[in-house]
């Protein structure tokens, strides 16, 4: 039973504007929440990260929304740019456990 | 550098035969990870390892075996009984602290003939 849902496998948005990841989740006890981002042949990287008290993260293009009563967050990207174009994890951390929780991933493609 | 090394990127092996991918982190990290992942699927952990000569099995860790002899390193073997053991394999690792998450290594794929 997945913990850790990304329901869109796959996003395709034009350069220069919004693409909006997202992440739903079952357990209350996740108490903090990672984006990753992952090309191809590749380890995913770290990209962005939020803790359970708060609601929003931001860093320059990124910004990452979490809405505890609705156990859902979200990855927005503006603007979009072709660089941008790969798998996105997000990931949740279950509080006394040391260990993440993955999603499934959404592609973005970003089209120039 | 610190980082985490996975070896080889590439690797063939023919059916029923048992085949050993490396990992082996120099950031002292305590923790680490083996994920499998299929076209089209999300990271699901295999092992995972909170300190040396300890490891618990993940979702899926049937047809796999590891261990944690020294700190710095994590190999983890696909056995003969892995039903379906093509696919990419990447290993992680973590201080512990939820903050930093975890960091991975570039993977190896796996394909089995």
């Known amino acids: 039973d997945q913990q850790v849902k990304q329901n869109s496998p796959s996003l395709s948005v034009q350069e220069g504007r919004i693409s909006i990841l997202n992440c739903d989740y079952t357990?209350?006890?996740?108490?903090?929440f990672l984006w990753y981002k992952k090309y191809p042949a590749e380890g995913p990287t770290f990209l962005i990260s939020?803790?359970?008290?708060?609601d929003k993260n931001e860093d320059g293009r990124f910004t990452v929304f979490l809405n505890k009563s609705a156990k859902h967050l979200s990855l927005h990207i503006v603007p979009s740019q072709p660089g941008d174009s790969a798998v996105y994890f997000c990931?949740?951390?279950?509080?006394?456990?040391?260990?993440?929780?993955f999603g499934s991933g959404t592609k973005l493609n970003v089209k120039p | 550098d610190g980082g985490i090394t996975q070896s080889p990127k590439y690797l063939f092996r023919k059916e029923g035969q048992n085949v050993t991918l490396s990992c082996e982190q120099n950031?002292?990290?305590?923790?680490m990870y083996w994920y499998r992942q299929d076209p089209g699927q999300g990271l699901r952990l295999i092992y995972y390892?909170?300190?040396?000569?300890?490891?618990q099995k993940g979702d899926i860790a049937e047809g796999y075996s590891v261990s944690r002899e020294k700190k710095e390193s994590f190999p983890l073997t696909v056995t003969s009984a892995q039903k379906n053991p093509t696919a990419f394999y990447l290993c992680a690792s973590s201080t512990g602290d939820r903050h930093y998450g975890y960091t991975f290594g570039s993977g190896t794929r796996l394909t089995v003939v």
């Open positions: 390892s909170q300190i040396v000569n300890d490891f």
């Open positions: 990931a949740a951390h279950q509080h006394n456990f040391n260990k993440f929780y």
């Open positions: 357990n209350s006890m996740f108490d903090y």
């Open positions: 950031l002292n990290h305590d923790a």
């Open positions: 939020i803790s359970s008290i708060k």
